[in-house]
C-alpha cells in the first residue's frame, strides 16, 4: 500500500502559538509512514465566527477550507473541536466535499485509519486525561486518545474525576460569560489537582489554553501537554517544553 | 401581541445574572448537589433500555410529523375533545388564555382554583392573572408550593425549587403553614405539604392543570406526576380547566408507548413516574363533569415558522438538559430570566419572546460553551446546540454595526487570505494585531475578561508555517 | 375580526409554508422484549418503588386480604360495586361506592381494595382504568392504603404492550409505588397526597 497522503490542518491556534503540536503531528505521522503535507493557504475552520453567531464569515473560510485541502487521502487535525467544526458544520455551510468527509481528528486517525494504538511513543510521566467536548460529543472519538494513552511506555495514566464535564472554554463564551466559565474553569482545575498528574493532555489547545492558563496563574506546576506532543515523544527524541 | 411573559420583566442579560448567581455559594452547593445526584442517575435508567436510541429516534420523528401537520393534529384533537363532551378553546397569547380561565373560574363560582404544576400556565403567568381579578391560584406541586409560599421564582422545569436546600424549605413551610413541618427529613417536609392541602384538595371544585401529551386522534389528555397532588386536581373536582401548548400533541394512543419510556426516565430518572392519568372528554359518574381544553399558541407559531428552531417545539419538557448543563449547574435557573431555564430556555424563551432586539432574550443563546451534553441526553434529539448558534446569528443580525461585528469581518478577513494571515502572525502575534487594547472583547485572545483568571500563552518565536517553510518549503 | 382559532390555524400554516416532509416514524424500537419470568420480576420491580408485594394461589387470596387488613387494622374498607364477594373479607366494614361514596367517607377510610386492568413488570406499574373490580378514580386517590389484586395473566412485560392492551378513551391510571415527590434535592421520598401505603397481592393462577 502506498503511503496515504495527509493534508495537514495545523489549524490556527496552533499554527499561531503551538507550533510545537503542529510539528509533533507532523513527526508522529512521518514514524508511522505517512507522506505529510502542510497546504501553504490553510487558515482557519471558521468556528469561531460560526458559533458567535457570524455565518457568511464561517462560510467563506468553509468554502476555502475545501478548495485547500481538496486531493488528499486525509486531512489530520490536531482538534476536536476545529475537526468537528469541518466534518460536521462545514457540509452545512458549503454542501458537501471530499475534504470535509475525509477530515479527521488525530486519533481517529491513528487508531480509525491507520488501525495503531502503539505509536511506540516513551513519555515517562503521570498524566491525566480531558476529553474535549467536540471530540467527544461531536466527533465521538470515545476512549480512542485513552487507548493511545495506555499504550506509551512510561506514561502513568490517572483517571479525571468528572472528565466529560466541560473546561468551560466555549471559544467567546470564555469571554461573553467570563465570570460562568471562570466558575467552570475552576471545577475542572479542582479536579485535575485531584489527581496528582504532573500533565494534563487533551486533544484541543484550545482548551488546553485555557485549563493551562488557569493552572499557570495558580502556579500549581500542572503542565498542559497535547496528545500529539506525548504521542510524538520517544526514548530518543523525548518531548521537551517548549522555552 | 404585548411582552410574553415567558421572560420577567426587568431581567438583567444573562452574564450579569449569571455573576449575581456565581456568588451564592449556597445555591451552587444546592445545584451541584441536586443535579449530579440525577445525573448518575438518569444515566442508569437509560442504560437498562436496549432500545433507548431507537426510542430517541422514534420519539424525535413522531415530534416532527405533529409539528408538520400540526394544524391538521389540532384540528382532530378538537373534534375528538368535543366529542367526548369537553369544550375546547383558542388562545394566541398569555393575555387570552388568562382571560378565559379567569371567565371559566368565574362562571364556576368559585374564588380559589387548585393547581397541577404546569409550565404552560406559568409562561403565561396565569397566577397573577387570576390572583388581579380576585381568585386565588394555590400551587400544590410541592416544589410550587414552596416557590409560592417562599415568594420565590422557579429555576427548574421540573423541580422549580431545585434551587432550595432541606433547611430552607422547613424555614419556608415553619414560616407559612399553619401545621409546622416536624425537621427538615424530605419525609416531614412532604407530609407538611399533605396537610397543608388536604381540605384544599376535598373541597376544590375548580382545578387547573397543564397537559404533558394531547392524543390527537382520541382526544386524550396525559398528565405525568409523582405526588398524588395531579391526581387530585383531576379527579375531585366539578371543573376542570386544561392549559395545553398546541406542540404537545402525538397523533396516536400508540404514540405514548414511546414517550412513556423517554419522559420518566429522562426526568425523575425513574423507570416509570408514581402516577400517569389519562383521561379523554368528560366520563359520567367519574372525575370532573365540565372538561374544558385551552390550546395556546402564545409565540409557538413564530418559532414553528423558524426551520432551525423550530425543533424546540419537539420539548416534552423533561429537564434531562438542565440537569447535565454545566452552565446551569453553576448559575441556576433564575439567571435565564425565564420559567424556562437552561439548555432548552436558552432556545425557547427567546423563540416565544420573538424579538432579538430584547437584550435580555438576545443574551440567552450565548449562555452555553457549546458542549453539546444536552443534545446528548435529549430524549427528543433537539440539536440544541444548532439552535443556539442559529439564534447567535439573528441576535447578531439584529444587533447590526457594533465594535464586535467590526472586528469578526476584519478577523474573516484576514482568515481569507493566507498572506494577509501570515503577516497578521507576525505582526507580534495574530490575537495581539487584532485587539491591540482589547477593544474586541469578544474574542478568545488576550483580552481582560481572558487575563483576570488565565494567563496567556507566550507566543513563541516563530510560528508553524514559517517553520515549514523555512524546513520544508 | 377573525376568530382567535382561525388565527391560529392560519399562523400555522404559514409557518409550515416549507411543509417540511416527514417520514415514516421509525418503530425499530422493542414491541416486547424477552424478561424471564413476568411474575417475578414484577413483583421485584413493584417493590423497587416500596410497595409490598405478596404472591400467592389464587385460591388464598381472600385469606392474605384479611390478614394484610388485619396486620394494618384496617377495619372501613372502601370497594368498587362490582368487588367480589369473597375479597370483601369478614373483620372489615365495607364501604362500597353504591351509591356513590362522599369525598368525605372516602376520607375517613382505612384503604381501598381493588382489581386493576393490567401490569407492566419492567417497570413495577399497575394500570387501573375503571373497569372490572376498580370503580371510579376518587377510590383508590383519596384512602391513605390501596390493596391492589393483579392476576397473573394480566401482566405484561412492557409499556408497548401494555398500552396495547388499554382502551384511551375510558380515564386511565398508571400507579408506580405509593406516592412519592422527587422535588426535594431530586431526591425519590415516598408519601405525598396519594395513597401513602400501596400493598399488591400478585394471584398466581
Ligand atoms: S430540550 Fe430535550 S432534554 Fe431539554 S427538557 Fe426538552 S425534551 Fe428534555
Redo the contacts with the bound molecule.
Sequence with gaps: MPAPRVGLFATCLTDTFYPSTARAVLRLLERLGCDVDFPMDQTCCGQMHYNTGYREEARSLASKYAGVFAGYDAIVAPSGSCGGMVREIHPELHGSSDAFARTYELSEFLVDVLGVTDVGAYFPHRVTYHPTCHSLRMLGVGDKPLQLLRSVRGLDLVELPEAETCCGFGGTFAVKNADTSTAMLGDKMRCVLNTGAEVLCAGDNSCLMHIGGGLSRLRTGVRTVHLAEILASTEEEPWAATP | MGSNPVTWLGSPVFPKAAKAALADTQLRRNLRKATHTIRDKRAKAVAELPDWEQLRRAGEAIKDDVLSNLDTYLERIEAAVTARGGIVHWALDAHEANEIVLRLAREAGTDEVVKVKSMATAEIGLNEALEAGGIRAVETDLAELIVQLGNDRPSH?LVPAIHRNRSEIKEIFQREMAEKPASDEPRDLAEAARRHLRRKFLLARVAVSGANFGVADTGSIVVVESEGNGRMCLTLPEVLITVMGIEKLVPTWRDLEVFLQLLPR??TAERMNPYTSVWTGVTPGDGPQQFHLVLLDNGRTDALADRVGRQ?L?????????NVCPVYERTGGQAYGSVYP???GA??SPQLVNDMHDKQAASLPYASSLCGA?YE????R?N?PEVLVHLRAEAVEAKGRTPESVGMAALGWIFNDARRYENAQKVGSLARHLAPSGRISSLPWPGSKWTSARDVPTPPAESFRTWWRKNRG | MADTRSVVLGRIRRALADRPSVEAIPRDYDLSRPLGDLVELAAERIADYRAEVHQVASADVPAKIASLLAARGATRMVGPVDLPSSWRVDGAEWLIDSPSLSIDQLDGADGVLTGCAVAIAETGTLVLDGGEAQGRRALTLVPDYHLCVVRTDQIVGIVPEALARLEPTRPLTFISGPSATSDIELDRVEGVHGPRTLHVIIAVT
Design positions: 422545569i429522562s426526568s424546540a419537539r420539548c416534552i419538557r423533561c429537564s434531562a438538559c438542565l437552561g439548555p432548552i432556545i425557547l444536552c441526553v435529549c430524549p427528543v433537539i440544541i
